[in-house]
């Protein structure tokens, strides 16, 4: 497994930026396709956004389309999020998690259970 700490969460008003950060440790981060989830209060853990192990192919969910940009390092075993435009509705615990099967590849992942190292988690909340 692949260990996974989250940072660069906080507090910051509507239509402003906020980067994530997610530094892997463990084994090889490249082999793994990464995610990006949330989870409100009151909510289940939702699908954000997702990158292959070389950062050529990533998808989005709906609502942060356009918004939102996951991006990886993987000389610096980092994942990212740039997120532009937030709403109140982005409030959230983001989570980053690597995928359970560790094979490298192309294939995208956007449900929970194809994930199977997960981090603590960082609050972002957006004032209105």
């Known amino acids: 497994q692949v260990q996974l700490v989250e940072s660069g969460g906080g507090l910051v008003q509507a239509g402003g930026s906020l980067r994530l950060s997610c530094a892997a440790s463990g084994r090889t981060f490249s082999s793994y396709t990464m995610g990006w989830f949330r989870q409100a209060p009151g909510k289940g853990r939702e699908f954000v956004a997702t990158?292959?192990?070389?950062?050529?192919?990533?998808r989005y969910a709906d609502s942060v389309k356009g918004r939102f940009t996951i991006s990886r390092d993987n000389a610096k075993n980092t994942l990212y999020l740039q997120m532009n435009s937030l709403t109140p509705s982005d409030t959230a615990v983001y989570y980053c998690?690597?995928?359970?099967?560790?094979?490298?590849?192309?294939?995208?992942?956007?449900?929970?259970?194809?994930?199977?190292?997960w981090g603590q988690g960082t609050q972002v909340t957006v004032s209105s």
């Open positions: 990158i292959t192990w070389s950062g050529s192919g990533t």
């Open positions: 998690a690597a995928d359970r099967y560790g094979r490298g590849g192309s294939l995208l992942y956007t449900h929970n259970s194809d994930f199977g190292s």
